[in-house]
Protein backbone atom coordinates (compact mmCIF):
# COMPACT_ATOMS: atom_id res chain seq x y z
CA UNK A 1 0.00 0.00 0.00
CA UNK A 2 1.37 3.64 -1.00
CA UNK A 3 1.19 6.29 1.82
CA UNK A 4 0.84 9.83 0.54
CA UNK A 5 1.21 13.47 1.65
CA UNK A 6 0.78 16.59 0.75
CA UNK A 7 4.46 17.95 1.72
CA UNK A 8 4.96 21.60 2.35
CA UNK A 9 8.25 21.49 0.92
CA UNK A 10 7.36 20.71 -2.44
CA UNK A 11 3.73 21.39 -2.54
CA UNK A 12 2.74 18.28 -3.73
CA UNK A 13 1.63 15.00 -2.43
CA UNK A 14 3.99 12.71 -2.02
CA UNK A 15 4.77 9.40 -1.82
CA UNK A 16 6.35 8.90 1.39
CA UNK A 17 9.68 7.04 1.55
CA UNK A 18 11.55 7.04 4.57
CA UNK A 19 15.28 7.51 4.92
CA UNK A 20 15.58 3.91 6.75
CA UNK A 21 13.17 1.73 5.03
CA UNK A 22 10.19 0.57 7.88
CA UNK A 23 10.81 3.35 10.15
CA UNK A 24 9.56 7.22 10.60
CA UNK A 25 11.17 9.85 12.60
CA UNK A 26 8.84 12.25 13.23
CA UNK A 27 8.93 15.81 15.27
CA UNK A 28 5.86 17.64 16.20
CA UNK A 29 6.31 21.10 17.64
CA UNK A 30 4.33 20.64 20.93
CA UNK A 31 2.69 23.57 23.00
CA UNK A 32 4.21 26.83 25.04
CA UNK A 33 2.71 25.31 28.27
CA UNK A 34 2.20 28.54 29.90
CA UNK A 35 -2.28 28.05 29.42
CA UNK A 36 -4.18 25.22 29.09
CA UNK A 37 -3.88 24.17 25.53
CA UNK A 38 -6.75 25.19 23.40
CA UNK A 39 -8.95 22.87 21.22
CA UNK A 40 -7.38 24.36 18.18
CA UNK A 41 -3.77 23.11 19.55
CA UNK A 42 -5.68 19.71 20.86
CA UNK A 43 -7.65 19.08 16.92
CA UNK A 44 -3.76 20.08 15.17
CA UNK A 45 -2.48 17.15 17.87
CA UNK A 46 -4.99 14.69 17.31
CA UNK A 47 -4.24 14.98 13.52
CA UNK A 48 -0.56 13.70 14.31
CA UNK A 49 -1.73 11.35 16.43
CA UNK A 50 -3.60 9.86 13.80
CA UNK A 51 -0.41 10.20 11.46
CA UNK A 52 1.27 7.93 13.51
CA UNK A 53 -1.69 5.57 14.25
CA UNK A 54 -1.40 5.80 10.62
CA UNK A 55 1.88 4.78 10.02
CA UNK A 56 1.94 2.09 12.10
CA UNK A 57 -0.87 0.68 10.31
CA UNK A 58 1.38 0.60 7.51
CA UNK A 59 4.28 -1.50 9.90
CA UNK A 60 6.08 1.39 9.90
CA UNK A 61 8.77 2.02 13.40
CA UNK A 62 7.68 5.31 14.42
CA UNK A 63 10.24 7.20 16.58
CA UNK A 64 8.69 10.83 17.60
CA UNK A 65 9.78 13.47 19.60
CA UNK A 66 7.46 16.05 21.08
CA UNK A 67 9.02 19.57 22.51
CA UNK A 68 7.58 20.70 25.40
CA UNK A 69 8.09 25.02 24.61
CA UNK A 70 9.09 26.19 28.46
CA UNK A 71 11.31 28.96 27.90
CA UNK A 72 12.19 31.46 24.83
CA UNK A 73 8.38 31.71 23.05
CA UNK A 74 7.87 35.23 23.19
CA UNK A 75 4.60 37.28 22.31
CA UNK A 76 5.72 38.76 19.31
CA UNK A 77 6.82 36.57 15.95
CA UNK A 78 9.73 39.26 15.68
CA UNK A 79 11.50 38.45 19.24
CA UNK A 80 9.99 41.20 20.86
CA UNK A 81 8.25 41.29 24.08
CA UNK A 82 7.40 39.24 27.24
CA UNK A 83 8.31 35.44 27.66
CA UNK A 84 5.13 34.00 27.43
CA UNK A 85 6.06 31.95 30.52
CA UNK A 86 6.92 34.74 32.05
CA UNK A 87 3.80 36.40 31.59
CA UNK A 88 1.87 33.33 32.37
CA UNK A 89 3.85 33.22 35.98
CA UNK A 90 3.06 37.12 36.80
CA UNK A 91 -0.64 36.38 35.96
CA UNK A 92 -0.69 33.18 37.91
CA UNK A 93 1.22 34.46 40.66
CA UNK A 94 4.01 32.14 40.20
CA UNK A 95 7.36 31.41 39.01
CA UNK A 96 7.69 30.42 35.43
CA UNK A 97 9.02 26.86 36.43
CA UNK A 98 5.71 26.07 38.47
CA UNK A 99 4.26 27.05 35.74
CA UNK A 100 5.73 25.35 32.90
CA UNK A 101 5.56 22.41 35.14
CA UNK A 102 1.47 22.78 35.84
CA UNK A 103 0.58 23.39 32.57
CA UNK A 104 2.61 20.47 31.20
CA UNK A 105 0.56 18.21 33.70
CA UNK A 106 -2.53 19.79 32.16
CA UNK A 107 -1.09 18.66 28.63
CA UNK A 108 -0.42 15.47 29.27
CA UNK A 109 -3.54 14.78 31.33
CA UNK A 110 -5.67 16.44 27.76
CA UNK A 111 -3.26 13.99 25.43
CA UNK A 112 -4.07 11.30 27.80
CA UNK A 113 -8.13 11.46 27.51
CA UNK A 114 -7.88 12.35 24.30
CA UNK A 115 -6.25 8.57 23.45
CA UNK A 116 -3.06 9.67 21.86
CA UNK A 117 -0.08 7.62 21.49
CA UNK A 118 2.33 9.45 23.78
CA UNK A 119 5.75 10.58 21.42
CA UNK A 120 7.98 8.38 22.83
CA UNK A 121 10.27 11.63 23.62
CA UNK A 122 8.39 14.33 25.31
CA UNK A 123 11.59 17.22 25.24
CA UNK A 124 11.35 20.31 27.55
CA UNK A 125 13.20 23.02 26.15
CA UNK A 126 14.87 24.01 29.12
CA UNK A 127 16.27 20.57 29.43
CA UNK A 128 18.32 20.40 25.86
CA UNK A 129 19.73 24.20 27.24
CA UNK A 130 23.59 22.77 26.69
CA UNK A 131 22.14 21.53 22.60
CA UNK A 132 21.19 24.67 22.37
CA UNK A 133 24.23 26.58 22.96
CA UNK A 134 26.34 23.87 20.88
CA UNK A 135 24.43 24.44 17.71
CA UNK A 136 25.01 28.50 18.21
CA UNK A 137 28.61 27.26 18.38
CA UNK A 138 28.46 25.41 15.55
CA UNK A 139 26.56 28.31 13.85
CA UNK A 140 28.89 30.63 14.95
CA UNK A 141 31.86 29.24 13.94
CA UNK A 142 30.45 29.00 10.02
CA UNK A 143 29.89 32.54 9.97
CA UNK A 144 26.47 32.82 10.40
CA UNK A 145 25.68 34.34 13.65
CA UNK A 146 25.92 38.06 15.23
CA UNK A 147 25.71 39.64 18.38
CA UNK A 148 23.87 42.82 19.11
CA UNK A 149 22.51 44.57 22.43
CA UNK A 150 19.62 42.29 23.04
CA UNK A 151 21.45 39.26 22.15
CA UNK A 152 22.80 36.76 19.19
CA UNK A 153 21.28 36.76 15.94
CA UNK A 154 21.17 34.41 12.69
CA UNK A 155 21.88 35.96 9.37
CA UNK A 156 19.73 34.89 7.37
CA UNK A 157 21.53 36.85 3.99
CA UNK A 158 23.77 33.92 4.88
CA UNK A 159 21.62 31.32 3.89
CA UNK A 160 20.82 32.05 0.24
CA UNK A 161 17.69 29.45 0.28
CA UNK A 162 16.11 30.91 3.56
CA UNK A 163 12.51 32.50 1.86
CA UNK A 164 12.37 29.14 -0.24
CA UNK A 165 10.63 26.80 2.05
CA UNK A 166 7.50 29.34 2.92
CA UNK A 167 7.85 31.40 -0.84
CA UNK A 168 8.47 34.88 1.07
CA UNK A 169 8.85 37.72 -0.75
CA UNK A 170 11.63 39.15 1.43
CA UNK A 171 11.70 42.78 -0.11
CA UNK A 172 8.07 43.06 0.80
CA UNK A 173 8.40 41.77 4.20
CA UNK A 174 10.91 44.80 4.76
CA UNK A 175 8.85 47.50 2.89
CA UNK A 176 5.80 46.77 5.19
CA UNK A 177 8.42 46.21 8.76
CA UNK A 178 6.51 46.48 11.39
CA UNK A 179 7.30 49.37 14.55
CA UNK A 180 8.66 46.44 16.54
CA UNK A 181 11.59 45.46 13.95
CA UNK A 182 14.86 45.86 15.67
CA UNK A 183 16.78 48.35 13.90
CA UNK A 184 20.28 46.62 14.95
CA UNK A 185 19.09 43.78 13.10
CA UNK A 186 21.15 43.34 9.67
CA UNK A 187 18.07 41.73 7.62
CA UNK A 188 14.16 42.18 8.73
CA UNK A 189 13.96 38.25 8.50
CA UNK A 190 17.26 37.72 10.82
CA UNK A 191 15.86 35.95 14.17
CA UNK A 192 17.24 35.41 18.14
CA UNK A 193 18.98 32.62 18.70
CA UNK A 194 19.47 33.90 22.37
CA UNK A 195 18.46 36.96 23.90
CA UNK A 196 20.29 38.73 26.54
CA UNK A 197 18.26 39.11 29.81
CA UNK A 198 18.05 42.97 29.88
CA UNK A 199 19.99 44.91 32.62
CA UNK A 200 19.13 45.30 35.73
CA UNK A 201 16.23 42.59 35.73
CA UNK A 202 16.37 38.68 36.90
CA UNK A 203 14.68 36.17 34.89
CA UNK A 204 12.57 33.10 36.31
CA UNK A 205 14.30 31.09 33.53
CA UNK A 206 17.94 32.03 32.35
CA UNK A 207 21.24 30.88 32.20
CA UNK A 208 24.85 32.45 31.37
CA UNK A 209 26.04 32.50 28.09
CA UNK A 210 29.42 30.93 27.52
CA UNK A 211 32.36 33.44 27.03
CA UNK A 212 33.28 31.58 23.38
CA UNK A 213 29.69 32.33 22.25
CA UNK A 214 29.88 36.08 22.62
CA UNK A 215 31.98 38.93 20.78
CA UNK A 216 35.17 39.64 22.99
CA UNK A 217 35.13 42.02 25.64
CA UNK A 218 30.89 41.53 26.12
CA UNK A 219 30.25 41.24 30.41
CA UNK A 220 29.09 38.65 31.88
CA UNK A 221 25.36 37.91 30.72
CA UNK A 222 22.56 35.49 31.53
CA UNK A 223 19.92 35.01 28.47
CA UNK A 224 17.96 32.40 27.57
CA UNK A 225 17.63 30.89 23.93
CA UNK A 226 14.91 32.01 21.10
CA UNK A 227 12.16 29.90 20.32
CA UNK A 228 13.13 28.48 17.17
CA UNK A 229 16.49 27.11 18.26
CA UNK A 230 14.78 24.46 20.53
CA UNK A 231 13.36 22.70 18.03
CA UNK A 232 16.39 22.01 16.05
CA UNK A 233 18.43 21.69 18.60
CA UNK A 234 16.12 18.86 20.14
CA UNK A 235 15.38 16.78 16.92
CA UNK A 236 18.96 16.99 16.26
CA UNK A 237 20.06 15.41 19.90
CA UNK A 238 17.33 12.75 19.55
CA UNK A 239 16.45 12.14 15.76
CA UNK A 240 20.02 13.19 14.16
CA UNK A 241 20.39 15.83 11.44
CA UNK A 242 17.61 14.60 8.91
CA UNK A 243 14.00 13.66 9.87
CA UNK A 244 11.60 11.60 7.54
CA UNK A 245 8.40 14.03 8.47
CA UNK A 246 8.27 17.41 10.83
CA UNK A 247 4.43 18.36 11.63
CA UNK A 248 2.89 21.60 12.93
CA UNK A 249 -0.23 24.60 12.19
CA UNK A 250 0.43 26.25 9.13
CA UNK A 251 1.23 29.59 11.34
CA UNK A 252 4.58 27.86 11.63
CA UNK A 253 5.79 27.92 7.79
CA UNK A 254 6.61 30.96 7.35
CA UNK A 255 8.73 32.05 10.65
CA UNK A 256 9.25 29.47 13.10
CA UNK A 257 10.00 25.90 10.66
CA UNK A 258 11.68 28.48 7.75
CA UNK A 259 13.89 29.52 11.17
CA UNK A 260 14.34 25.81 12.15
CA UNK A 261 15.97 24.93 8.44
CA UNK A 262 17.96 27.58 8.13
CA UNK A 263 19.49 27.01 11.48
CA UNK A 264 19.81 23.22 11.03
CA UNK A 265 21.19 23.24 7.47
CA UNK A 266 23.90 25.80 7.61
CA UNK A 267 24.86 23.70 10.53
CA UNK A 268 25.00 20.49 9.26
CA UNK A 269 24.76 21.31 5.79
CA UNK A 270 22.38 18.62 5.23
CA UNK A 271 19.05 18.41 4.17
CA UNK A 272 16.87 18.96 7.95
CA UNK A 273 13.73 17.10 6.92
CA UNK A 274 12.20 15.49 3.79
CA UNK A 275 8.33 15.79 4.81
CA UNK A 276 6.53 18.44 6.29
CA UNK A 277 3.16 18.52 7.15
CA UNK A 278 0.87 21.65 8.22
CA UNK A 279 -2.63 21.17 9.80
CA UNK A 280 -4.87 24.39 8.66
CA UNK A 281 -6.26 26.24 11.41
CA UNK A 282 -9.73 25.32 13.61
CA UNK A 283 -11.77 28.38 14.25
CA UNK A 284 -14.97 28.28 16.60
CA UNK A 285 -18.13 29.60 15.23
CA UNK A 286 -16.10 31.17 12.30
CA UNK A 287 -13.93 33.12 14.07
CA UNK A 288 -10.33 33.25 15.16
CA UNK A 289 -9.84 31.22 18.76
CA UNK A 290 -8.66 33.83 20.96
CA UNK A 291 -9.01 34.59 24.47
CA UNK A 292 -10.78 38.22 24.05
CA UNK A 293 -13.35 36.60 22.08
CA UNK A 294 -14.63 34.49 24.93
CA UNK A 295 -14.00 31.44 22.40
CA UNK A 296 -11.08 29.90 24.15
CA UNK A 297 -12.39 26.26 24.84
CA UNK A 298 -10.03 24.02 26.28
CA UNK A 299 -10.96 20.53 26.84
CA UNK A 300 -12.39 20.75 30.15
CA UNK A 301 -14.89 23.07 28.89
CA UNK A 302 -16.89 20.72 26.31
CA UNK A 303 -16.30 17.92 29.17
CA UNK A 304 -18.19 20.52 31.52
CA UNK A 305 -21.04 21.18 28.82
CA UNK A 306 -21.29 16.94 28.68
CA UNK A 307 -18.88 16.22 25.98
CA UNK A 308 -16.78 13.38 26.41
CA UNK A 309 -13.12 13.95 25.03
CA UNK A 310 -13.84 11.30 22.59
CA UNK A 311 -16.48 12.99 21.18
CA UNK A 312 -14.23 15.90 20.30
CA UNK A 313 -11.93 13.13 18.58
CA UNK A 314 -14.82 12.49 16.30
CA UNK A 315 -15.45 15.79 15.53
CA UNK A 316 -11.68 16.68 14.94
CA UNK A 317 -10.98 13.47 12.49
CA UNK A 318 -14.55 14.46 10.61
CA UNK A 319 -12.74 17.35 9.15
CA UNK A 320 -9.61 17.19 6.76
CA UNK A 321 -6.66 18.36 8.74
CA UNK A 322 -5.76 20.32 5.39
CA UNK A 323 -9.13 22.33 5.29
CA UNK A 324 -10.12 24.63 8.10
CA UNK A 325 -12.13 23.75 10.93
CA UNK A 326 -15.48 25.20 12.70
CA UNK A 327 -16.06 24.12 15.83
CA UNK A 328 -19.78 25.05 16.58
CA UNK A 329 -21.37 23.21 19.51
CA UNK A 330 -23.98 21.79 17.38
CA UNK A 331 -21.17 19.69 15.58
CA UNK A 332 -19.49 18.67 18.44
CA UNK A 333 -23.24 17.00 19.37
CA UNK A 334 -23.22 15.48 16.17
CA UNK A 335 -20.25 14.05 16.12
CA UNK A 336 -21.11 12.90 19.91
CA UNK A 337 -24.48 11.10 18.13
CA UNK A 338 -22.00 9.50 15.63
CA UNK A 339 -19.88 7.93 18.26
CA UNK A 340 -23.33 6.77 20.12
CA UNK A 341 -24.13 4.82 17.11
CA UNK A 342 -20.79 3.50 16.52
CA UNK A 343 -20.71 1.80 19.62
CA UNK A 344 -23.97 0.87 19.53
CA UNK A 345 -23.04 -1.17 16.70
CA UNK A 346 -19.63 -2.08 18.63
CA UNK A 347 -22.12 -3.25 21.22
CA UNK A 348 -23.83 -6.06 18.20
CA UNK A 349 -20.60 -8.42 18.64
CA UNK A 350 -21.91 -9.05 22.00
CA UNK A 351 -25.31 -10.46 20.62
CA UNK A 352 -24.78 -11.89 17.56
CA UNK A 353 -24.71 -15.78 17.29
CA UNK A 354 -21.85 -18.53 16.54
CA UNK A 355 -19.46 -17.01 14.45
CA UNK A 356 -18.35 -20.07 12.87
CA UNK A 357 -20.04 -20.53 9.52
CA UNK A 358 -19.49 -23.17 6.65
CA UNK A 359 -17.27 -21.85 4.36
CA UNK A 360 -20.15 -22.12 1.75
CA UNK A 361 -21.73 -19.45 3.55
CA UNK A 362 -18.83 -17.17 4.35
CA UNK A 363 -18.55 -16.94 0.49
CA UNK A 364 -21.74 -16.75 -0.54
CA UNK A 365 -22.88 -13.76 1.88
CA UNK A 366 -21.41 -10.62 0.87
CA UNK A 367 -21.75 -8.80 3.41
CA UNK A 368 -19.66 -10.33 5.18
CA UNK A 369 -17.03 -10.53 2.52
CA UNK A 370 -17.36 -6.86 2.80
CA UNK A 371 -17.14 -6.33 6.37
CA UNK A 372 -13.91 -8.36 5.85
CA UNK A 373 -12.37 -5.74 3.18
CA UNK A 374 -13.52 -3.11 5.42
CA UNK A 375 -10.35 -2.30 7.47
CA UNK A 376 -7.98 -2.56 4.22
CA UNK A 377 -10.41 0.18 2.36
CA UNK A 378 -10.25 2.31 5.86
CA UNK A 379 -6.52 2.11 5.86
CA UNK A 380 -6.21 3.34 2.15
CA UNK A 381 -8.59 5.77 2.73
CA UNK A 382 -6.07 7.01 5.22
CA UNK A 383 -2.92 6.41 3.77
CA UNK A 384 -4.35 8.93 0.74
CA UNK A 385 -3.13 12.54 2.43
CA UNK A 386 -4.96 11.11 5.80
CA UNK A 387 -8.17 11.02 4.21
CA UNK A 388 -10.30 11.16 7.97
CA UNK A 389 -13.54 12.23 6.20
CA UNK A 390 -13.51 9.69 3.61
CA UNK A 391 -12.37 6.94 6.11
CA UNK A 392 -15.61 7.54 8.48
CA UNK A 393 -17.86 7.37 5.32
CA UNK A 394 -16.24 3.93 4.67
CA UNK A 395 -17.02 2.87 8.33
CA UNK A 396 -20.67 4.98 8.32
CA UNK A 397 -21.08 2.65 5.07
CA UNK A 398 -20.25 -0.80 6.58
CA UNK A 399 -21.90 -0.66 9.62
CA UNK A 400 -25.72 0.62 7.63
CA UNK A 401 -25.12 -2.75 5.79
CA UNK A 402 -24.33 -4.31 8.94
CA UNK A 403 -27.88 -2.81 10.78
CA UNK A 404 -29.50 -3.60 7.48
CA UNK A 405 -29.20 -7.42 8.24
CA UNK A 406 -30.54 -9.78 11.26
CA UNK A 407 -28.46 -10.38 14.52
CA UNK A 408 -27.46 -14.29 13.48
CA UNK A 409 -25.86 -13.30 10.28
CA UNK A 410 -23.64 -11.02 11.78
CA UNK A 411 -20.42 -12.17 11.49
CA UNK A 412 -18.71 -11.75 14.92
CA UNK A 413 -14.86 -12.59 14.19
CA UNK A 414 -15.30 -10.14 10.86
CA UNK A 415 -17.12 -6.79 13.00
CA UNK A 416 -14.67 -7.40 15.82
CA UNK A 417 -11.87 -7.27 13.25
CA UNK A 418 -12.64 -4.01 11.71
CA UNK A 419 -13.16 -2.48 15.32
CA UNK A 420 -9.81 -3.30 15.90
CA UNK A 421 -8.70 -1.68 13.22
CA UNK A 422 -10.74 1.61 13.74
CA UNK A 423 -9.14 1.58 17.47
CA UNK A 424 -6.26 1.19 15.97
CA UNK A 425 -5.94 3.85 13.25
CA UNK A 426 -8.63 6.43 14.50
CA UNK A 427 -8.04 6.37 18.82
CA UNK A 428 -11.65 6.26 19.12
CA UNK A 429 -11.92 3.11 22.16
CA UNK A 430 -14.67 1.61 20.42
CA UNK A 431 -14.16 -2.19 22.17
CA UNK A 432 -12.65 -0.41 25.14
CA UNK A 433 -16.15 1.96 25.97
CA UNK A 434 -18.82 -0.81 24.98
CA UNK A 435 -18.99 -3.49 27.53
CA UNK A 436 -21.05 -6.25 27.02
CA UNK A 437 -24.29 -6.06 29.91
CA UNK A 438 -24.44 -8.40 32.98
CA UNK A 439 -26.49 -11.71 33.23
CA UNK A 440 -29.20 -10.00 35.65
CA UNK A 441 -30.04 -7.40 33.12
CA UNK A 442 -29.74 -10.01 30.38
CA UNK A 443 -32.20 -11.68 32.45
CA UNK A 444 -33.96 -8.54 32.55
CA UNK A 445 -34.31 -8.54 28.31
CA UNK A 446 -35.86 -12.03 28.30
CA UNK A 447 -38.18 -10.62 31.11
CA UNK A 448 -39.28 -8.24 29.31
CA UNK A 449 -39.92 -9.93 25.85
CA UNK A 450 -42.06 -12.75 27.79
CA UNK A 451 -43.97 -10.34 29.04
CA UNK A 452 -44.27 -8.57 25.49
CA UNK A 453 -45.13 -11.75 24.02
CA UNK A 454 -48.01 -12.19 25.97
CA UNK A 455 -48.97 -8.61 25.63
CA UNK A 456 -48.48 -7.43 29.34
CA UNK A 457 -47.39 -4.35 28.18
CA UNK A 458 -47.55 -2.48 31.61
CA UNK A 459 -45.24 -5.29 33.25
CA UNK A 460 -43.24 -4.91 29.65
CA UNK A 461 -42.26 -1.10 29.68
CA UNK A 462 -41.56 -1.31 33.93
CA UNK A 463 -39.01 -3.43 32.80
CA UNK A 464 -37.96 -1.29 29.92
CA UNK A 465 -37.64 1.99 32.48
CA UNK A 466 -35.56 -0.47 35.00
CA UNK A 467 -33.30 -1.31 31.71
CA UNK A 468 -32.95 2.89 31.04
CA UNK A 469 -31.97 3.39 34.25
CA UNK A 470 -29.09 0.98 33.70
CA UNK A 471 -28.11 2.96 31.05
CA UNK A 472 -29.44 0.40 28.65
CA UNK A 473 -32.70 1.11 25.63
CA UNK A 474 -34.17 -1.80 23.81
CA UNK A 475 -34.69 -1.87 19.75
CA UNK A 476 -37.32 -3.92 18.24
CA UNK A 477 -36.70 -4.98 14.94
CA UNK A 478 -36.77 -7.86 12.21
CA UNK A 479 -38.06 -9.76 14.93
CA UNK A 480 -35.70 -9.38 17.26
CA UNK A 481 -34.75 -7.11 20.29
CA UNK A 482 -31.21 -5.34 19.96
CA UNK A 483 -30.15 -3.51 23.57
CA UNK A 484 -28.58 -0.07 22.98
CA UNK A 485 -26.48 2.22 25.40
CA UNK A 486 -28.34 5.07 26.16
CA UNK A 487 -26.53 8.33 25.69
CA UNK A 488 -24.92 8.33 28.67
CA UNK A 489 -21.84 6.05 27.91
CA UNK A 490 -18.72 7.74 29.06
CA UNK A 491 -15.24 7.13 27.44
P1 LIG B 1 1.39 26.82 20.54
O1 LIG B 1 1.21 26.19 21.90
O2 LIG B 1 0.78 28.16 20.41
O3 LIG B 1 2.82 26.79 20.08
O4 LIG B 1 0.57 25.91 19.51
C1 LIG B 1 0.68 24.53 19.49
C2 LIG B 1 0.28 23.98 18.14
O5 LIG B 1 -1.10 24.22 17.87
C3 LIG B 1 1.04 24.60 16.97
O6 LIG B 1 1.42 23.57 16.07
C4 LIG B 1 0.05 25.54 16.33
O7 LIG B 1 0.30 25.67 14.96
C5 LIG B 1 -1.24 24.78 16.57
N1 LIG B 1 -2.43 25.64 16.61
C6 LIG B 1 -2.59 26.79 17.31
N2 LIG B 1 -3.84 27.29 17.16
C7 LIG B 1 -4.50 26.41 16.36
C8 LIG B 1 -5.83 26.34 15.83
N3 LIG B 1 -6.75 27.26 16.10
N4 LIG B 1 -6.15 25.29 15.06
C9 LIG B 1 -5.25 24.32 14.78
N5 LIG B 1 -3.98 24.33 15.22
C10 LIG B 1 -3.60 25.35 16.02
ZN1 LIG C 1 9.11 23.83 16.45
Known sequence: M???????????????????????????????????????????????????????????????????????????????????????????????????????????????QLNFIQPQYLAKASDYIPDQLNLIRKLKEKGYTYQI?????????????????????????????RVEFNPE???????????????????????????????????????????????????????????????????????????????????????????????EFLKVNGTKISKSLGNYFTLSDLVKKGFSPLDFRMFVLQGNYRNEGNFTFEGLQAAKNRLLNWRNIAALRHQTHDTIKSDADTNQDEKTVSLYATPQALIEALNDDLGTPEGLKIIDDAFSTLLSKKLASINQAALIQLLQTIDDVLGLKLLET?????????QFIIQRNTFRDLKQWDKADEIRNQLLDRGIVLRDSQNETIWEYSNKVSD
Open 434 to 442: TPDIDDETK
Open 149 to 177: DDGIYFDTSKFPTYADFAHLDLDAQKAGA
Open 185 to 279: KRNHSDFALWKFTPTGTKRDMEWEAPSDLLDSGTQKVMGFPGWHLECSAISMAILGETLDIHTGGIDHIPVHHTNEIAQSEAANGVKFCNYWLHN
Open 2 to 112: TLKFHNTLSGEIDEFKPQTPGKALIYTCGPTVYDYATIGNLASYIYWDTLVRVLMANNYQVVRVMNITDVGHLTSDADEGEDKLEKGAKRDGKNAWEIASFYTKAFISDIN
